[in-house]
């Protein structure tokens, strides 16, 4: 028996007789949710996208109701999932499927990949699940199963790499059950060819596996590029005024891009932000043209968030203003309630779980009785 239909095989035993993995969308047969649970499976971990799956089908049922959604609406719902370029792009595709194809999805893996936010990996996905059609899927879990068991030590990351996996995965691929095979390898290599710690005393296809026999689990897959972590720092300024705080949202093409955030200073360096005090509060006030009548509140202490390719560091100001303030026109204010509805990025999530409105509206009451 070749490598191939041996892998093949013994894969497909184990994910029938032995794979107890379950998630919502295993053996789904409507398209939208498979969609949707691809899309929110891209670079994120199935137990992470778990909940916000269960929260997008009970809040959206059907793409016309995802379709019709406002998207800050949208964006609040995936609050937290990261890569916002995702949840953009679903929006988009569903409104494309539910007015330009009349809430049918396309049916063969050329026109599903054509769908805005969709890749190859997706398609394949999409087209094996929702259509039964023989193609195979090539992810992370792929790659690493594929590049251990058969000794293959081409970075997964080069374009040869790319070439030589897709070509291999569709070689195992049984094109009589593509679900079926294309799950089965998935939960695979997230049970049990595992990145860190793998079970490979329990792997049902050890007897062949080259890097096994090899003693090389743990030096492959191979990869070419490592990511360079860019460092930024962040001052963000809560700014206070009549029961309401100061919003901004972001539309450049960068980090939380159309995410809300407080209106903020970013320094070029290190040096430059931890040395921020309260003398560097009142010259960002003046440079804003806003007023500054009452004294800073307090400032917390630093987080940060690790992003793909970046690290951000920030640190939040609460500052009480008194007497008439007219804010930049890109501003706006939102009472605590209104704050809560709109979508911000986990930093600033992070900063207020970690008490500042709480501070705001002891804060904004202390004042009222004192006036």
């Known amino acids: ?123 394949a996905a999409i087209a094996s699940f929702g259509f039964g059609l023989p193609h195979a899927v090539v992810d992370g879990n792929v790659f690493r199963v594929l590049s251990r068991y058969f000794g293959i030590d081409t970075a997964i990351d080069s374009t040869e790499g790319k070439k030589l996996f897709q070509q291999l995965a569709a070689e195992c691929l049984d094109t009589t059950s593509p679900a079926f095979y294309n799950q089965a390898i998935m939960d695979f290599g997230a049970t049990v060819c595992k990145p860190d710690l793998p079970d490979c005393l329990n792997c049902p296809i050890k007897g062949k596996c080259t890097a096994f026999e090899q003693q090389l689990v743990n030096e492959l897959p191979v990869k070419a590029k490592k990511n360079k972590i860019r460092s930024r720092w962040f001052r963000f300024y809560l700014l206070m005024h009549d029961g309401k705080i100061a919003v901004q949202k972001r539309t450049a093409k960068d980090i939380w891009s159309n995410l809300y955030e407080f209106p903020n200073e970013e320094y070029a360096s290190e040096k430059e932000w931890k040395a921020a005090d309260s003398s560097s509060t009142e010259l960002w006030l003046k440079k804003n043209n806003i007023k500054r009548t009452y004294q800073q509140l307090s400032a917390t202490k630093a987080i940060k968030q690790q992003l793909s390719h970046q690290l951000i560091h920030g640190v939040a100001v609460a500052v009480q203003l008194n007497g008439k303030q007219v804010l930049h026109s890109n501003r706006e204010w939102k009472t605590v309630k209104e704050l809560k509805q709109l979508p911000f990025p986990k930093l600033l999530n992070d900063f207020l779980k970690a008490g500042v409105l709480e501070l705001f509206t002891w804060k904004h009451t202390t004042v009222n009785q004192k006036t």
């Open 1 to 123: 028996m070749d490598k191939s239909k041996y892998f093949r095989q013994k894969l497909l035993h184990w994910h029938h007789t032995i794979n107890e993995r379950e998630l919502p969308w295993k053996g789904e047969k409507d398209v939208y949710r498979i969609w949707l649970s691809e899309i929110i499976l891209q670079q994120t971990r199935a137990e992470q996208g778990l909940k916000y799956y269960e929260r997008f089908v009970n809040q959206y049922p059907t793409v016309q109701k995802l379709a019709k959604a406002p998207i800050e609406e949208v964006y609040k719902l995936w609050e937290g999932l990261g890569y916002y370029n995702r949840c953009r792009n679903l929006h988009a595709t569903a409104q494309f499927i539910a007015v330009e194809l009349k809430g049918k999805f396309p049916s063969t893996y050329e026109t599903i990949l054509e769908l805005k936010g969709v890749g190859p990996y997706t398609a």
